[in-house]
């Protein structure tokens, strides 16, 4: 296949050209321009993935669940899949605090640095904690209570819902497993019918990614430095050693933790993987959203890596709701980074008690731009350290966000490999 048919190119090529208007948009003085005439597509791209998510998600997880031969077989892929799930989700945030830790990136802000980050972002920091106010006064099964809906058509017209949408689905899938086949059969013709065409909406809605694509990425880097392009660079020079700890995190757990499940526990080559899943991670880095992009990452996983529609079905959109392990790892990191810039130590129990709030937090993580930064607040508060101190990481949290999305697919995409090749499903 020639090189310019392929759609990964000219995605790559729409993140160049973003990135490359988004810093000539802020030294010309173009942000009214980028916001009333740029930023609009990428609205438009992200906004139809999200149309497409609820109805896929229904459609793929309860034919997927129906065409299981009995209930046992449910229960045995869906405990892999989850095992998997919290096992990776342990090993970033022990991976995030290890380097943390040692690099030990907070003893390198300045004080008046920390003092002017602090007060640029105090506004935004405070609607944040407003938020996780309201978040951190539910009770400790609030979590469990809110997956389960009054009302399936109010679940369904929210993406941030995702979670009941999943338990929705699989609860029509099993009962569809129990009642007669005769009785059926016409409501699997439907949702058959309706993944199939949703899957084609998908391929449809990827023609104009690369547009997208570069709309997204302009206005990220527009909102960020504004008209000013040294307020990006300086921001930048601040956090760069932050950042470049999240990043490295985040680089290792994808190459030793996914590389090593790839290589020693599947019989997928590392470069059919990584071109399988390139045109997802790269939606996943613009729209910095798991759920937007869950679309293209089934068609990658069932078209290009040989995931059978039956696990690919089930363990994606699962993936999609509770697997969210870079936004685990940059939670750990951000919280022990803050507190090392304020001056607070954190014992052995305090990280361990971090560890175990990020991997429930995860779980119950909207699959949404920044939806962690709400989670991240509950954990400082958890330990002893002041929520404020978010202002010192939200100029660059979108950045972060972008990039933590991408490993959360790609975690996704490798533990479907895992399941599909251990019941057998993994076309070679």
Same mark, same amino acid.
């Given at each position: 296949?020639?090189?310019?048919?392929?759609?990964? *190119?000219?995605? @790559?090529?729409?993140?160049?050209?973003?990135?490359?208007?988004?810093?000539?948009?802020?030294?010309?003085?173009?942000?009214?321009?980028?916001?009333?005439?740029?930023?609009?597509?990428?609205?438009?791209?992200?906004? $139809?993935?999200?149309?497409?998510?609820?109805?896929?998600?229904?459609?793929?997880?309860?034919?997927?669940?129906?065409?299981?031969?009995?209930? /046992?077989?449910?229960?045995?892929?869906?405990?892999?899949?989850?095992?998997?799930?919290?096992?990776?989700?342990?090993?970033?945030?022990?991976?995030?605090?290890?380097?943390?830790? @040692?690099? +030990?990136?907070?003893?390198?802000?300045?004080?008046?640095?920390?003092?002017?980050?602090? $007060?640029?972002?105090?506004?935004?920091?405070?609607? /944040?904690?407003?938020?996780?106010?309201? #978040?951190?006064?539910?009770?400790?099964?609030?979590?469990?209570?809110?997956?389960?809906? +009054?009302?399936?058509?109010?679940?369904?017209?929210?993406? +941030?819902?995702?979670?009941?949408?999943?338990?929705?689905? @699989?609860?029509?899938?099993?009962?569809?497993?129990?009642?007669?086949?005769?009785?059926?059969?016409?409501?699997?013709?439907?949702?058959?019918?309706?993944?199939?065409?949703?899957?084609?909406?998908?391929?449809?809605?990827?023609?104009?990614?690369?547009?997208?694509?570069?709309?997204?990425?302009?206005?990220?880097?527009?909102?960020?430095?504004?008209?000013?392009?040294?307020?990006?660079?300086?921001?930048?020079?601040?956090?760069?050693?932050?950042?470049? *700890?999240?990043?490295?995190?985040?680089?290792?757990?994808?190459?030793?933790?996914?590389?090593?499940?790839?290589?020693?526990?599947?019989?997928?080559?590392?470069?059919?993987?990584?071109?399988?899943?390139?045109?997802?991670?790269?939606?996943?880095?613009?729209?910095?959203?798991?759920?937007?992009?869950?679309? *293209?990452?089934?068609? /990658?996983? =069932?078209?290009?890596?040989?995931?059978?529609? =039956?696990?690919?079905?089930?363990?994606?959109?699962?993936?999609?709701? @509770?697997?969210?392990?870079?936004?685990?790892?940059?939670?750990?990191?951000?919280?022990?980074?803050?507190?090392?810039?304020?001056?607070?130590?954190?014992?052995?129990?305090?990280?361990?008690?971090?560890?175990?709030? #990020?991997?429930?937090?995860?779980?119950?993580? #909207?699959?949404?731009?920044? &939806?962690?930064?709400?989670?991240?607040?509950?954990?400082?508060?958890?330990?002893?350290?002041?929520?404020?101190?978010?202002?010192?990481?939200?100029?660059?949290?979108?950045?972060?966000?972008?990039?933590?999305?991408?490993?959360?697919?790609?975690?996704? &995409?490798? *533990?479907?490999?895992?399941?599909?090749?251990? =019941?057998?499903?993994? =076309?070679?």
């Amino acid at each position: 296949m020639n090189w310019y048919k392929q759609l990964h *190119v000219w995605i @790559i090529l729409g993140l160049v050209f973003g990135l490359g208007y988004g810093i000539l948009s802020a030294a010309m003085g173009w942000g009214e321009f980028t916001q009333a005439w740029i930023s609009p597509f990428g609205d438009i791209f992200l906004n $139809a993935l999200f149309m497409i998510a609820v109805p896929l998600v229904l459609g793929s997880i309860i034919t997927g669940v129906a065409s299981l031969s009995d209930t /046992r077989k449910l229960a045995r892929i869906g405990g892999k899949t989850i095992l998997i799930y919290v096992s990776t989700t342990v090993a970033a945030l022990i991976i995030g605090l290890l380097l943390v830790n @040692i690099i +030990r990136p907070g003893d390198t802000v300045p004080e008046e640095v920390r003092l002017e980050l602090q $007060a640029g972002y105090s506004d935004m920091a405070e609607e /944040r904690q407003e938020s996780a106010a309201s #978040a951190q006064e539910r009770g400790p099964l609030q979590a469990f209570v809110d997956m389960v809906p +009054r009302n399936i058509a109010a679940a369904a017209s929210n993406n +941030r819902n995702m979670l009941q949408v999943v338990l929705i689905s @699989i609860l029509f899938g099993i009962a569809l497993l129990l009642i007669p086949k005769e009785k059926a059969k016409p409501m699997l013709g439907f949702f058959d019918s309706l993944t199939a065409v949703v899957i084609k909406i998908v391929e449809i809605i990827m023609w104009i990614a690369p547009l997208g694509v570069f709309a997204l990425l302009a206005d990220t880097v527009s909102l960020i430095s504004g008209d000013n392009l040294n307020e990006l660079w300086s921001l930048l020079g601040a956090l760069g050693f932050y950042m470049l *700890v999240v990043l490295a995190g985040l680089v290792i757990h994808v190459i030793v933790t996914y590389g090593s499940i790839l290589k020693f526990l599947t019989p997928m080559s590392l470069k059919k993987f990584i071109m399988g899943i390139a045109p997802a991670q790269l939606v996943a880095f613009s729209t910095s959203s798991s759920g937007a992009t869950l679309p *293209v990452t089934m068609d /990658r996983a =069932e078209n290009h890596l040989g995931v059978s529609e =039956e696990v690919s079905s089930f363990v994606l959109p699962l993936g999609a709701t @509770i697997n969210m392990d870079g936004t685990a790892l940059y939670q750990a990191v951000a919280a022990v980074f803050i507190a090392q810039t304020l001056g607070i130590a954190l014992g052995f129990m305090d990280q361990l008690e971090i560890i175990l709030l #990020a991997l429930l937090a995860s779980i119950g993580t #909207a699959a949404v731009p920044s &939806a962690g930064i709400i989670m991240l607040i509950i954990i400082l508060q958890s330990v002893g350290v002041p929520a404020a101190g978010i202002a010192l990481i939200l100029g660059v949290d979108r950045i972060l966000d972008m990039c933590r999305t991408v490993c959360n697919i790609t975690g996704d &995409a490798t *533990v479907a490999t895992l399941v599909a090749s251990s =019941e057998g499903q993994l =076309e070679k």
